[in-house]
C-alpha cells in the first residue's frame, strides 16, 4: 500500500529542542529526508519560529522547526554576503544554508517500539 507524507505547520513559541505536542515524534531506525528550501502559506514565508511536520494520517512521523535565520560571528553584520564580504564566519541556527530537512520515521516495530503507524 502507497503512503501519502502531508506536511503541516505549527507556531511555536518554545525551543528548538521541544517541539509542540502535537508534533513528537518516536526516533526510527527507518528513515528518509526531505530537503526545502523555503515553505509558504497563500505565498508568506513562515516565520523562524514555526514548525514543518510529517504526518502519516494524523500521526507526527517527523518534524522540524523552520530557522533559516543565522548570524555572522562580528555582530555588526547582519547578512551571511556582508559577513562573507568581512571574511568573518556566520552560522546558521537550525538549517544550515537555509535549506531545511524534515527526517520521516519509518514503521520498524522490532527495533524501534512506538513506530509500528509510521510511513511504510
Not at 94 to 111: F, H, L, R, W
Amino acid at each position: 500500500m502507497m503512503q501519502a507524507i502531508l506536511l503541516f505547520l505549527a507556531v511555536s513559541f518554545i525551543s528548538a529542542q521541544d517541539p509542540p505536542e502535537l508534533f513528537q515524534f518516536n526516533q526510527s531506525t527507518l528513515q528518509s529526508a526531505y530537503f526545502f528550501s523555503e515553505v509558504t502559506i497563500n505565498g508568506n514565508q513562515i516565520d523562524p519560529e514555526d514548525w514543518v511536520g510529517a504526518f502519516n494520517g494524523e500521526i507526527c512521523v517527523g518534524a522540524q522547526q523552520w530557522d533559516t535565520t543565522g548570524f555572522c560571528s562580528d555582530n555588526q553584520f547582519t547578512d551571511e554576503t556582508a559577513c562573507a564580504e568581512a571574511e568573518e564566519t556566520w552560522t546558521w541556527n537550525q538549517c544550515g544554508g537555509g535549506i531545511c530537512e524534515v527526517i520521516v520515521m519509518g514503521a520498524d516495530p522490532s527495533n524501534s517500539p512506538g513506530t509500528e503507524e509510521y510511513m511504510s
